[in-house]
Protein backbone atom coordinates (compact mmCIF):
# COMPACT_ATOMS: atom_id res chain seq x y z
CA UNK A 1 0.00 0.00 0.00
CA UNK A 2 2.73 1.90 0.74
CA UNK A 3 4.51 1.71 -2.53
CA UNK A 4 1.24 2.01 -4.25
CA UNK A 5 0.17 5.66 -2.58
CA UNK A 6 3.76 6.56 -3.69
CA UNK A 7 3.41 5.64 -7.20
CA UNK A 8 -0.12 7.20 -7.27
CA UNK A 9 1.52 10.46 -5.56
CA UNK A 10 3.79 10.54 -8.38
CA UNK A 11 1.58 9.78 -11.38
CA UNK A 12 -1.23 11.99 -10.67
CA UNK A 13 0.51 15.11 -9.59
CA UNK A 14 2.42 14.55 -13.29
CA UNK A 15 -0.71 13.43 -14.79
CA UNK A 16 -2.29 16.60 -13.43
CA UNK A 17 0.03 19.20 -14.67
CA UNK A 18 0.24 17.09 -17.89
CA UNK A 19 -3.45 17.97 -18.22
CA UNK A 20 -3.14 21.37 -18.19
CA UNK A 21 -0.04 21.88 -20.54
CA UNK A 22 -1.88 19.65 -22.60
CA UNK A 23 -5.57 21.99 -23.07
CA UNK A 24 -3.25 24.31 -23.13
CA UNK A 25 -1.66 22.99 -26.36
CA UNK A 26 1.94 23.12 -24.53
CA UNK A 27 3.23 20.07 -26.26
CA UNK A 28 7.00 20.88 -25.19
CA UNK A 29 5.57 21.32 -21.80
CA UNK A 30 3.91 18.09 -21.66
CA UNK A 31 6.88 16.37 -22.85
CA UNK A 32 9.19 18.19 -20.33
CA UNK A 33 6.43 17.11 -17.10
CA UNK A 34 6.44 13.33 -18.77
CA UNK A 35 9.84 12.99 -18.81
CA UNK A 36 10.77 14.54 -15.22
CA UNK A 37 7.90 12.73 -13.93
CA UNK A 38 9.42 9.34 -15.78
CA UNK A 39 12.31 9.96 -14.06
CA UNK A 40 10.83 10.58 -10.66
CA UNK A 41 8.81 8.10 -11.07
CA UNK A 42 11.55 5.17 -11.54
CA UNK A 43 13.80 6.48 -9.44
CA UNK A 44 11.53 5.83 -6.38
CA UNK A 45 10.73 2.61 -8.20
CA UNK A 46 15.11 1.82 -7.69
CA UNK A 47 14.94 2.73 -4.21
CA UNK A 48 11.90 1.32 -3.19
CA UNK A 49 12.94 -2.20 -4.90
CA UNK A 50 16.43 -2.25 -3.37
CA UNK A 51 15.07 -1.33 -0.29
CA UNK A 52 12.38 -4.15 -0.94
CA UNK A 53 15.15 -6.59 -2.08
CA UNK A 54 17.90 -5.93 0.25
CA UNK A 55 15.52 -4.93 3.99
CA UNK A 56 12.44 -7.49 3.45
CA UNK A 57 12.97 -9.28 6.70
CA UNK A 58 13.38 -5.93 8.41
CA UNK A 59 10.48 -4.12 7.17
CA UNK A 60 7.70 -6.87 7.81
CA UNK A 61 9.42 -6.50 11.46
CA UNK A 62 9.10 -2.80 11.37
CA UNK A 63 5.79 -3.21 9.75
CA UNK A 64 4.79 -5.79 12.28
CA UNK A 65 4.69 -9.26 10.78
CA UNK A 66 3.65 -11.27 13.84
CA UNK A 67 5.64 -14.99 13.84
CA UNK A 68 3.20 -16.68 12.49
CA UNK A 69 2.98 -14.55 9.14
CA UNK A 70 6.45 -12.95 9.27
CA UNK A 71 8.46 -15.33 6.92
CA UNK A 72 5.23 -15.71 4.62
CA UNK A 73 5.26 -11.53 4.48
CA UNK A 74 9.52 -11.67 3.94
CA UNK A 75 9.32 -13.99 0.83
CA UNK A 76 6.05 -12.06 -0.65
CA UNK A 77 7.90 -8.21 -0.09
CA UNK A 78 10.96 -9.70 -1.35
CA UNK A 79 9.94 -11.27 -4.71
CA UNK A 80 7.52 -8.33 -5.15
CA UNK A 81 10.32 -5.84 -4.80
CA UNK A 82 12.42 -7.58 -7.63
CA UNK A 83 9.09 -6.25 -9.60
CA UNK A 84 8.63 -2.90 -8.02
CA UNK A 85 10.27 -0.96 -11.16
CA UNK A 86 8.21 -2.77 -14.15
CA UNK A 87 5.18 -2.38 -11.86
CA UNK A 88 5.38 1.13 -10.89
CA UNK A 89 6.58 2.44 -14.50
CA UNK A 90 3.54 0.71 -15.62
CA UNK A 91 1.09 2.28 -13.23
CA UNK A 92 2.73 5.66 -14.35
CA UNK A 93 2.37 4.79 -18.13
CA UNK A 94 -0.84 3.63 -17.62
CA UNK A 95 -2.22 7.41 -16.76
CA UNK A 96 -0.20 9.28 -19.15
CA UNK A 97 -0.94 7.16 -22.02
CA UNK A 98 -4.42 7.46 -21.02
CA UNK A 99 -4.39 11.24 -21.33
CA UNK A 100 -2.31 10.70 -24.43
CA UNK A 101 -5.19 9.56 -26.41
CA UNK A 102 -4.90 6.39 -25.70
CA UNK A 103 -7.34 4.86 -23.08
CA UNK A 104 -7.88 1.77 -25.33
CA UNK A 105 -4.32 0.51 -24.69
CA UNK A 106 -4.91 1.12 -21.20
CA UNK A 107 -7.62 -0.97 -20.83
CA UNK A 108 -6.13 -4.00 -23.00
CA UNK A 109 -3.02 -3.77 -20.81
CA UNK A 110 -5.40 -3.69 -17.42
CA UNK A 111 -7.40 -6.93 -19.12
CA UNK A 112 -4.55 -8.54 -19.97
CA UNK A 113 -2.41 -8.20 -16.74
CA UNK A 114 -5.46 -9.45 -14.59
CA UNK A 115 -5.86 -12.37 -16.06
CA UNK A 116 -2.24 -13.40 -16.73
CA UNK A 117 -1.95 -12.30 -12.60
CA UNK A 118 -5.08 -14.94 -12.20
CA UNK A 119 -3.89 -17.38 -14.15
CA UNK A 120 -0.38 -16.90 -13.18
CA UNK A 121 -1.68 -17.11 -9.40
CA UNK A 122 -3.38 -20.51 -9.99
CA UNK A 123 -0.45 -21.77 -11.91
CA UNK A 124 2.28 -20.86 -9.08
CA UNK A 125 0.28 -21.01 -6.17
CA UNK A 126 -1.60 -24.37 -6.66
CA UNK A 127 -0.06 -25.75 -9.12
CA UNK A 128 3.37 -25.44 -8.39
CA UNK A 129 2.98 -24.78 -4.90
CA UNK A 130 5.06 -21.66 -4.55
CA UNK A 131 2.86 -19.77 -1.92
CA UNK A 132 2.99 -16.13 -1.14
CA UNK A 133 6.45 -15.91 -3.23
CA UNK A 134 4.35 -17.71 -6.28
CA UNK A 135 1.58 -15.14 -5.58
CA UNK A 136 4.34 -12.01 -6.22
CA UNK A 137 6.33 -13.51 -8.85
CA UNK A 138 2.63 -13.75 -10.66
CA UNK A 139 1.84 -10.10 -9.97
CA UNK A 140 5.27 -9.03 -11.08
CA UNK A 141 5.14 -10.99 -14.26
CA UNK A 142 1.80 -9.72 -15.13
CA UNK A 143 2.97 -5.90 -14.46
CA UNK A 144 5.99 -6.53 -16.89
CA UNK A 145 3.61 -7.52 -19.52
CA UNK A 146 1.30 -4.54 -18.89
CA UNK A 147 4.36 -1.71 -18.92
CA UNK A 148 5.10 -3.91 -22.23
CA UNK A 149 2.06 -3.06 -23.62
CA UNK A 150 1.89 0.45 -22.70
CA UNK A 151 5.29 0.95 -24.04
CA UNK A 152 3.88 0.33 -27.79
CA UNK A 153 2.51 3.37 -27.35
CA UNK A 154 5.31 5.24 -27.30
CA UNK A 155 6.97 3.15 -30.10
CA UNK A 156 4.49 3.70 -32.32
CA UNK A 157 4.34 7.13 -31.69
CA UNK A 158 0.80 7.75 -30.59
CA UNK A 159 -0.02 10.87 -29.17
CA UNK A 160 2.20 13.59 -28.61
CA UNK A 161 4.50 12.31 -25.52
CA UNK A 162 7.98 10.89 -26.25
CA UNK A 163 10.49 9.83 -24.73
CA UNK A 164 13.70 11.29 -25.15
CA UNK A 165 16.20 14.14 -23.57
CA UNK A 166 15.73 14.80 -20.23
CA UNK A 167 16.15 18.00 -18.42
CA UNK A 168 16.13 17.33 -15.20
CA UNK A 169 13.92 20.16 -13.24
CA UNK A 170 13.91 20.31 -9.93
CA UNK A 171 10.86 22.87 -9.88
CA UNK A 172 9.04 20.21 -12.04
CA UNK A 173 9.89 17.26 -9.61
CA UNK A 174 8.27 19.96 -6.92
CA UNK A 175 5.45 20.43 -8.33
CA UNK A 176 4.68 16.86 -9.21
CA UNK A 177 4.96 16.14 -5.71
CA UNK A 178 2.62 19.08 -4.34
CA UNK A 179 0.14 18.22 -7.29
CA UNK A 180 0.19 14.66 -5.82
CA UNK A 181 -0.47 15.83 -2.42
CA UNK A 182 -3.10 18.42 -2.65
CA UNK A 183 -5.14 15.60 -5.57
CA UNK A 184 -4.78 13.25 -2.86
CA UNK A 185 -5.88 14.91 -0.29
CA UNK A 186 -8.55 17.08 -1.98
Known sequence: MIVAALFM?????????????LGRGDTDGTNKVFRNGFVLLAAATVILSVVGVFGAD???????????????????LFWYSIFIIPSGLSMGLQNYCRNDGAPGLVGIAVIVSTVLNIFGDWLLIFLFSMGTKGAAIATGISQT?????????????????????????????????????????G
Not at 9 to 21: E, R
Not at 154 to 170: A, Q
Open 145 to 185: VGLLIMLTHFIRKNGILRFGEVKLDGKVFCEIVVHGLLEGI
Open 9 to 21: LINIGGVTIFAVD
Open 58 to 76: ELCTLLGANETFHQLSVDY
